[in-house]
Protein backbone atom coordinates (compact mmCIF):
# COMPACT_ATOMS: atom_id res chain seq x y z
CA UNK A 1 0.00 0.00 0.00
CA UNK A 2 1.17 3.51 -0.82
CA UNK A 3 3.47 4.66 2.26
CA UNK A 4 4.94 8.22 2.86
CA UNK A 5 6.92 8.94 5.73
CA UNK A 6 7.95 12.31 6.43
CA UNK A 7 11.10 13.08 8.86
CA UNK A 8 13.46 16.09 9.35
CA UNK A 9 11.10 18.26 11.42
CA UNK A 10 12.40 20.00 14.90
CA UNK A 11 12.96 22.94 17.06
CA UNK A 12 14.84 26.13 14.43
CA UNK A 13 15.49 29.68 15.33
CA UNK A 14 14.18 32.37 13.27
CA UNK A 15 16.61 33.07 9.87
CA UNK A 16 17.94 29.16 10.03
CA UNK A 17 17.43 26.54 7.77
CA UNK A 18 15.76 22.79 8.18
CA UNK A 19 15.67 19.89 5.36
CA UNK A 20 12.60 17.67 5.14
CA UNK A 21 12.43 14.20 3.41
CA UNK A 22 9.66 12.21 2.59
CA UNK A 23 10.29 8.60 2.07
CA UNK A 24 7.75 6.83 -0.17
CA UNK A 25 6.72 3.48 -1.09
CA UNK A 26 4.02 1.39 -2.66
CA UNK A 27 3.54 3.04 -5.95
CA UNK A 28 6.09 4.15 -8.83
CA UNK A 29 7.16 7.34 -7.51
CA UNK A 30 8.39 8.82 -10.61
CA UNK A 31 4.65 8.53 -12.18
CA UNK A 32 3.43 11.28 -9.53
CA UNK A 33 3.52 14.55 -9.35
CA UNK A 34 4.13 15.04 -5.48
CA UNK A 35 4.10 18.34 -2.87
CA UNK A 36 4.18 19.58 0.70
CA UNK A 37 1.09 20.83 2.37
CA UNK A 38 1.64 22.86 5.65
CA UNK A 39 -0.90 23.25 8.49
CA UNK A 40 -0.09 26.06 11.80
CA UNK A 41 -1.30 24.98 15.01
CA UNK A 42 -5.54 25.91 14.98
CA UNK A 43 -5.09 26.78 11.56
CA UNK A 44 -6.11 25.72 7.83
CA UNK A 45 -4.05 23.89 4.97
CA UNK A 46 -2.05 26.08 2.72
CA UNK A 47 -0.03 24.84 -0.35
CA UNK A 48 3.59 25.10 0.39
CA UNK A 49 4.95 23.64 -3.17
CA UNK A 50 4.61 20.77 -5.71
CA UNK A 51 6.81 19.60 -8.47
CA UNK A 52 5.97 17.44 -11.25
CA UNK A 53 7.41 13.82 -12.01
CA UNK A 54 8.65 14.16 -14.86
CA UNK A 55 9.88 17.83 -16.02
CA UNK A 56 10.46 18.81 -13.04
CA UNK A 57 8.80 21.90 -12.68
CA UNK A 58 8.31 23.45 -9.34
CA UNK A 59 5.20 25.62 -8.46
CA UNK A 60 5.52 27.58 -4.71
CA UNK A 61 3.63 29.01 -2.32
CA UNK A 62 3.53 33.27 -2.40
CA UNK A 63 4.53 32.78 1.34
CA UNK A 64 7.24 30.43 0.78
CA UNK A 65 8.51 31.36 -2.82
CA UNK A 66 11.94 32.37 -2.81
CA UNK A 67 13.11 30.64 1.21
CA UNK A 68 12.18 26.91 0.11
CA UNK A 69 12.79 24.83 -2.44
CA UNK A 70 11.27 21.52 -3.22
CA UNK A 71 13.21 18.75 -4.86
CA UNK A 72 12.90 15.30 -5.64
CA UNK A 73 14.81 11.49 -6.38
CA UNK A 74 13.30 9.64 -8.69
CA UNK A 75 15.96 6.57 -7.83
CA UNK A 76 15.77 6.67 -4.17
CA UNK A 77 11.87 7.59 -4.43
CA UNK A 78 12.41 10.68 -1.85
CA UNK A 79 10.95 13.98 -1.92
CA UNK A 80 12.95 16.61 -0.23
CA UNK A 81 11.77 20.49 1.11
CA UNK A 82 15.09 22.66 1.84
CA UNK A 83 13.49 25.71 3.68
CA UNK A 84 15.73 28.90 4.37
CA UNK A 85 15.41 32.17 6.54
CA UNK A 86 12.53 30.50 8.25
CA UNK A 87 9.63 32.97 10.45
CA UNK A 88 8.24 32.37 13.31
CA UNK A 89 4.94 32.19 10.68
CA UNK A 90 6.28 29.12 8.89
CA UNK A 91 5.36 27.23 12.18
CA UNK A 92 3.45 24.13 10.91
CA UNK A 93 2.91 20.28 10.00
CA UNK A 94 4.58 20.01 6.96
CA UNK A 95 2.34 17.36 4.77
CA UNK A 96 3.82 15.10 2.16
CA UNK A 97 1.09 14.41 -0.54
CA UNK A 98 0.16 12.34 -3.66
CA UNK A 99 -2.19 13.09 -6.12
CA UNK A 100 -5.21 10.76 -6.40
CA UNK A 101 -4.26 10.17 -10.10
CA UNK A 102 -0.76 9.82 -11.99
CA UNK A 103 -0.48 12.82 -14.06
CA UNK A 104 -2.66 15.02 -12.32
CA UNK A 105 -2.54 17.50 -9.70
CA UNK A 106 -5.75 18.37 -9.02
CA UNK A 107 -6.70 15.94 -5.75
CA UNK A 108 -4.30 14.48 -3.44
CA UNK A 109 -5.25 11.21 -1.89
CA UNK A 110 -2.16 10.30 -0.21
CA UNK A 111 -0.92 11.75 3.03
CA UNK A 112 2.18 11.30 5.22
CA UNK A 113 1.63 11.52 9.13
CA UNK A 114 3.04 15.04 8.95
CA UNK A 115 6.31 16.53 10.27
CA UNK A 116 6.13 19.32 12.91
CA UNK A 117 8.18 22.50 12.39
CA UNK A 118 8.52 24.81 15.03
CA UNK A 119 9.95 28.60 14.41
CA UNK A 120 10.96 29.98 17.61
CA UNK A 121 14.18 31.36 19.01
CA UNK B 1 -3.09 33.59 -2.45
CA UNK B 2 -6.73 34.49 -1.04
CA UNK B 3 -8.36 31.77 0.00
CA UNK B 4 -11.92 29.81 -0.76
CA UNK B 5 -14.95 31.24 1.59
CA UNK B 6 -16.52 28.35 3.59
CA UNK B 7 -18.78 28.82 6.57
CA UNK B 8 -16.52 28.52 9.82
CA UNK B 9 -18.94 25.92 11.40
CA UNK B 10 -21.67 23.80 10.23
CA UNK B 11 -23.84 21.77 12.84
CA UNK B 12 -26.55 18.54 12.20
CA UNK B 13 -28.21 15.83 14.36
CA UNK B 14 -27.37 12.36 13.26
CA UNK B 15 -29.16 10.96 10.46
CA UNK B 16 -30.13 14.36 9.25
CA UNK B 17 -28.22 15.59 6.21
CA UNK B 18 -26.13 18.73 5.98
CA UNK B 19 -24.18 20.99 3.31
CA UNK B 20 -20.69 22.73 3.21
CA UNK B 21 -20.44 25.55 0.70
CA UNK B 22 -16.93 26.70 -0.48
CA UNK B 23 -17.39 30.39 -2.54
CA UNK B 24 -14.61 30.88 -5.17
CA UNK B 25 -14.88 33.29 -8.33
CA UNK B 26 -15.20 32.76 -12.45
CA UNK B 27 -11.00 32.16 -12.22
CA UNK B 28 -11.97 29.18 -9.95
CA UNK B 29 -14.81 27.09 -9.23
CA UNK B 30 -16.81 29.24 -11.45
CA UNK B 31 -14.80 27.67 -14.74
CA UNK B 32 -12.93 24.42 -13.70
CA UNK B 33 -14.26 21.03 -12.48
CA UNK B 34 -11.15 20.27 -10.48
CA UNK B 35 -12.88 21.21 -7.33
CA UNK B 36 -11.82 18.38 -4.41
CA UNK B 37 -12.83 18.21 -0.33
CA UNK B 38 -11.09 16.72 2.35
CA UNK B 39 -11.93 15.58 5.61
CA UNK B 40 -9.74 16.01 8.28
CA UNK B 41 -10.36 14.75 12.28
CA UNK B 42 -8.03 16.26 14.95
CA UNK B 43 -4.59 15.67 15.27
CA UNK B 44 -5.40 13.73 12.08
CA UNK B 45 -3.90 13.86 8.00
CA UNK B 46 -6.44 15.07 5.98
CA UNK B 47 -8.18 12.65 3.85
CA UNK B 48 -9.87 12.91 0.47
CA UNK B 49 -13.52 12.83 0.34
CA UNK B 50 -14.71 14.30 -3.35
CA UNK B 51 -12.24 15.16 -6.20
CA UNK B 52 -13.54 16.60 -9.33
CA UNK B 53 -16.38 17.91 -8.05
CA UNK B 54 -18.39 15.03 -7.62
CA UNK B 55 -16.42 11.89 -7.76
CA UNK B 56 -15.66 9.52 -5.05
CA UNK B 57 -12.44 8.02 -4.58
CA UNK B 58 -12.70 4.30 -3.10
CA UNK B 59 -13.07 3.56 0.52
CA UNK B 60 -15.26 6.41 0.89
CA UNK B 61 -19.23 6.36 1.87
CA UNK B 62 -21.53 7.14 -0.67
CA UNK B 63 -23.46 9.59 2.02
CA UNK B 64 -20.60 12.08 0.84
CA UNK B 65 -21.45 13.70 -2.49
CA UNK B 66 -20.35 17.26 -4.00
CA UNK B 67 -21.97 19.57 -6.47
CA UNK B 68 -20.94 22.91 -7.65
CA UNK B 69 -23.06 26.10 -9.19
CA UNK B 70 -21.60 29.18 -10.29
CA UNK B 71 -19.01 29.79 -8.31
CA UNK B 72 -19.95 27.77 -5.53
CA UNK B 73 -18.97 24.40 -4.84
CA UNK B 74 -20.40 22.05 -2.16
CA UNK B 75 -20.20 18.98 0.18
CA UNK B 76 -23.41 17.42 1.16
CA UNK B 77 -23.09 14.91 4.31
CA UNK B 78 -26.42 12.76 4.30
CA UNK B 79 -27.33 10.29 7.50
CA UNK B 80 -24.93 12.27 9.46
CA UNK B 81 -23.21 10.10 11.76
CA UNK B 82 -20.99 11.06 14.97
CA UNK B 83 -17.82 10.25 13.26
CA UNK B 84 -18.33 12.58 10.47
CA UNK B 85 -17.51 15.35 13.01
CA UNK B 86 -14.11 16.87 11.46
CA UNK B 87 -12.61 20.03 9.85
CA UNK B 88 -13.63 19.94 6.23
CA UNK B 89 -11.58 22.05 3.47
CA UNK B 90 -12.35 22.80 0.12
CA UNK B 91 -9.58 23.42 -3.01
CA UNK B 92 -10.04 24.45 -6.50
CA UNK B 93 -7.54 24.79 -9.79
CA UNK B 94 -7.47 28.56 -9.73
CA UNK B 95 -6.84 29.73 -13.14
CA UNK B 96 -3.77 32.67 -13.30
CA UNK B 97 -2.94 32.90 -9.75
CA UNK B 98 0.88 32.60 -8.98
CA UNK B 99 -0.13 29.69 -7.47
CA UNK B 100 -2.22 26.93 -9.46
CA UNK B 101 -4.33 25.64 -6.04
CA UNK B 102 -6.22 27.42 -3.42
CA UNK B 103 -7.59 25.71 -0.39
CA UNK B 104 -10.88 27.14 1.18
CA UNK B 105 -10.99 28.68 4.76
CA UNK B 106 -12.06 25.06 6.46
CA UNK B 107 -15.48 24.70 8.00
CA UNK B 108 -15.71 22.53 11.10
CA UNK B 109 -18.95 20.17 11.07
CA UNK B 110 -20.74 19.10 14.27
CA UNK B 111 -22.87 16.52 14.93
CA UNK B 112 -25.17 17.62 17.44
Known amino acids: QVQLVESGGGLVKPGGSLRLSCAAS????????MGWIRQAPGKGLEWVAY????????YYGDSVRGRFTISRDNIKNSLHLHMDRLRAGDTAVYYC??????????????WGQGVLVTVSS | QSALTQPASVSGSPGQSITVSCTGT?????????VSWYQQHPGRSPRLMIYDVTERPSGVSNRFSGSKSGNTASLTISGLQAEDEADYFC????????????FGTGTKVTVL
Open chain 2, 91 to 102: CSYAYGRTFPYV
Open chain 1, 26 to 33: GFTFSDYY
Open chain 2, 26 to 34: SDDIGSYDL
Open chain 1, 97 to 110: ARPSLSRSSSSWSH
Open chain 1, 51 to 58: ISHTTGAM
